[in-house]
Nanobody, 121 residues
């Protein structure tokens, strides 16, 4: 079965860095786009970044452009999110998602359990 397992969250001071990892299993990882979303308390889940199957193209929310970098290793079935210059407003649960494109329709069909990122002094 499809599994997405995030790791790497934690407590960090403003201006600090964290690297999230998402280990995928149960499907042919290199055939799927992948993404990271986040959800802060009392807010809707929002897109953070996506990456194409080869990693050749990425997309970012305006709020994280220039600070976050999404990448993937298709040999290790893992997608990463490098987060630099973290701000208190980046505090959220971060989720890894598999992106399925079928007949032109894009769908996030599987989600991980999430990892908490807290940015605070």
């Amino acid at each position: 079965q499809v599994q997405l397992v995030e790791s790497g969250g934690g407590l960090v001071q403003p201006g600090g860095s964290l690297r999230l990892s998402c280990a995928a299993s149960g499907f042919t990882f290199r055939n799927y786009r992948m993404g990271w979303y986040r959800q802060a308390p009392g807010k809707e889940r929002e897109l953070v970044a996506t990456i194409t199957t080869t990693g050749g193209s990425t997309n970012y929310a305006d709020s994280v452009k220039g600070r976050f970098t999404i990448s993937r290793d298709n040999d290790k079935n893992t997608v990463y999110l490098q987060m630099n210059s973290l701000k208190p407003e980046d505090t959220a649960v971060y989720y890894c998602t598999r992106i399925r494109v079928l007949l032109g329709i894009t769908q996030n069909d599987y989600w991980g359990q999430g990892t908490q990122v807290t940015v605070s002094s």
